[in-house]
């Protein structure tokens, strides 16, 4: 089937510590999406990218990396520069970038930072 | 990006229609009207999208006014499994990024 995966489902980490989550999709989408969303809010856009080997900052990019080696994946690593990573993390991907094809999301990875 | 204003929350009952208000007053030429919902503990679906005519697809119908300034989602009968939040949102025709997503409403459904 195809779709988007991520990996884990659930995450934790100490303070100050690198973490990589992983988003993998088989739709064979040019354009793949992080997303951040804290508890009561609406998703924030943190990085995106529509080709492979480039990537765009979104609205909160600071303190987080990602790359785009292949089409079919887009790691997003939170680093320790970012102040409050404990948030749930969803990854989307498209066909196109444009404005009316849908996003197909991932299933999430929640990440809490100890 | 164009603003979108949502009721945090509405309730409705099973086998019943809803319909959730979506309004864009500030929306351009230009954008279309994305909904998505997400329900708990879930990523984000889409559920339909327009620019000017009334749109049907199997999840729902999207109403559009007129003047575009306003919009509904109409689910036609909804069903516990409809119960999520739901996203209005807009995106520029002419090469928007990304989706900017606000609270959204959140739709309760009793028996």
């Known amino acids: 089937d195809g779709g988007i995966t991520q990996s884990p489902k659930y995450l934790f980490r100490k303070e100050g510590q690198n973490v990589t989550l992983s988003c993998e999709q088989n739709?064979?989408?040019?354009?793949m999406y992080w997303y951040r969303q804290d508890p009561g809010q609406g998703l924030r856009l943190i990085y995106y990218?529509?080709?492979?080997?480039?990537?765009q900052k979104g609205d909160i990019a600071e303190g987080y990396s990602v790359s785009r080696e292949k089409k079919e994946s887009f790691p997003l690593t939170v680093t320790s520069a970012q102040k409050n990573p404990t948030a749930f993390y969803l990854c989307?991907?498209?066909?196109?970038?444009?404005?009316?094809?849908?996003?197909?999301f991932g299933p999430g990875t929640r990440l809490t930072v100890l | 990006d164009a603003k979108t204003t949502q009721p945090n929350s509405m309730e409705s009952n099973e086998e019943e229609p809803v319909h959730l208000p979506c309004n864009h007053s500030?929306?351009?030429?230009?954008?279309?009207i994305h909904w998505y919902r997400q329900l708990p503990s879930q990523g984000p679906e889409y559920v339909i999208h327009?620019?000017?005519s009334n749109v049907n697809n199997r999840m729902a119908s999207l109403a559009i006014a007129e003047d575009r300034k306003s919009s509904t989602l109409i689910l036609h009968r909804a069903t516990l499994r409809d119960a999520a939040v739901y996203y209005c949102?807009?995106?520029?025709?002419?090469?928007?990024?990304?989706?900017?997503f606000g609270q959204g409403t959140r739709l309760t459904i009793n028996p």
């Open positions: 989307a991907s498209s066909r196109q970038e444009s404005s009316y094809n849908e996003q197909f």
């Open positions: 739709l064979n989408h040019d354009a």
């Open positions: 990218s529509q080709i492979v080997n480039d990537f």
């Open positions: 500030t929306i351009s030429g230009t954008d279309y």
């Open positions: 327009g620019l000017t």
């Open positions: 949102i807009l995106r520029d025709g002419q090469g928007a990024q990304k989706l900017v």
